[in-house]
């Protein structure tokens, strides 16, 4: 079993749609969950970081965390054609200074104007 | 706002050739990393650094490739003897401290070997 799992789309939505995106993973032992923007040919852009489970919003972004069920996901409201990117989910064991992160494959998302 | 920058953008090397990599994280930043995302494929961990030594690599990070902070600036990834399959984009990435567990990438470099 992959550690972590994400559907790679693409994913196509009407502008103004609210966006899903979600990762699950394996290793019970992740603790810190950060989700990722990633333009084509770009490097990632961190959006998104959370710690344990719960729910945090930025903006129009909300990430979740539910560590009993190893899910998390990352919700766009009011979607725009400039949030049209793929999206990695990516996640680390500890917060210690070497703490690597372990990411998804990433899902594209197109959000049609 | 502070950057992580890398140079070059892109590289394209022979087989066997040796490649420098670099990187200029972010000034206040003290650990230092490298991933590696070759195309259509996940973000991958190479190496991480602190202290000027290595504190963590993976399997990918095999003797052909080297780390270095020659300065209190750049940070350097080098390939020894490129292969076909080191191909892919290379980022690097810095987080400011122990406390804080975000990292910060840098716009990568894409190496093609020939």
């Known amino acids: 079993q992959k550690e972590v799992e994400q559907d790679p789309g693409p994913l196509s939505v009407p502008e103004g749609a609210i966006v899903s995106l979600n990762c699950t993973y394996s290793?019970?032992?992740?603790?810190?969950f950060m989700w990722y923007r990633q333009y084509s040919r770009k490097g990632p852009e961190l959006l998104m970081y959370?710690?344990?489970?719960g729910n945090k919003e930025d903006g129009r972004f909300t990430a979740q965390v539910d560590k009993s069920s190893k899910y998390i996901s990352l919700f766009i409201r009011d979607s725009q054609p400039s949030d049209s990117a793929t999206y990695l989910c990516?996640?680390?064991?500890?917060?210690?200074?070497?703490?690597?992160?372990?990411f998804g494959k990433g899902t594209m998302l197109l959000v049609s104007p | 706002e502070p950057e992580v920058t890398q140079t070059p953008s892109h590289q394209v090397t022979q087989m066997g050739q040796e490649v420098i990599l670099r990187c200029v994280p972010i000034?206040?930043?003290?650990?230092f990393y490298w991933y590696r995302q070759i195309l259509g494929q996940k973000v991958e961990f190479l190496v991480s650094?602190?202290?000027?030594?290595?504190?963590?690599k993976s399997e990918i990070f095999d003797d052909q490739f080297s780390v270095e902070r020659p300065d209190g600036s750049n940070f350097t990834l080098k390939i020894r003897s490129t292969k076909l399959e080191d191909s892919a984009m290379y980022f690097c990435?810095?987080?400011?401290?122990?406390?804080?567990?975000?990292?910060?990438f840098g716009p990568g470099t894409r190496l093609t070997v020939l």
């Open positions: 990435a810095s987080k400011p401290g122990l406390d804080i567990n975000t990292q910060y």
């Open positions: 290793n019970s032992a992740f603790q810190y």
């Open positions: 959370t710690y344990s489970s």
């Open positions: 990516a996640m680390s064991l500890m917060n210690s200074g070497y703490s690597t992160l372990t």
């Open positions: 000034s206040n930043h003290l650990y």
């Open positions: 650094f602190y202290n000027n030594e290595i504190s963590e």
